[in-house]
Nanobody, 125 residues
Framework: QVQLVESGGGLVQTGGSQRLSCAAS????????RGWFRQAPGKERQFVAV????????YYADSVKGRFTVSRDNAKNTVYLQMNNLLPEDTAVYYC??????????????????WGQGTQVTVSS
């Protein structure tokens, strides 16, 4: 099992930036792909971005493409989500997750076997 811990959330103004981190421990070799999801109040959990273990492949939800960047530092077992030009609709609890393989649809939350506890991001208008 992989343990994931997010950090970096908080309050930011519209148009601002924030970087989330997700540190992994435990059976990190099984965390081949690392993804980010978010859940706003009253809404379902939504895919945000994913990065493969090599870092060579990334995939983003249309709503964040061009504004968010996912990256990873394998030496630190840490994945980052750089969020720029934040909008009020980006307000949510952000979760990082780990999948043991790469599948055709990495936006499907069921592929991910480990989840962090979440970190709140609030964008004020």
């Amino acid at each position: 099992q992989v343990q994931l811990v997010e950090s970096g959330g908080g309050l930011v103004q519209t148009g601002g930036s924030q970087r989330l981190s997700c540190a992994a421990s435990g059976r990190t070799f099984s965390a081949y792909a690392r993804g980010w999801f978010r859940q706003a109040p009253g809404k379902e959990r939504q895919f945000v971005a994913v990065i493969t273990k090599s870092g060579n492949n990334t995939y983003y939800a249309d709503s964040v493409k061009g504004r968010f960047t996912v990256s990873r530092d394998n030496a630190k077992n840490t994945v980052y989500l750089q969020m720029n030009n934040l909008l009020p609709e980006d307000t949510a609890v952000y979760y990082c997750a780990a999948a043991p393989a790469v599948y055709s649809n990495m936006a499907y939350s069921g592929h991910y076997t480990s989840w962090g506890q979440g970190t709140q991001v609030t964008v004020s208008s």
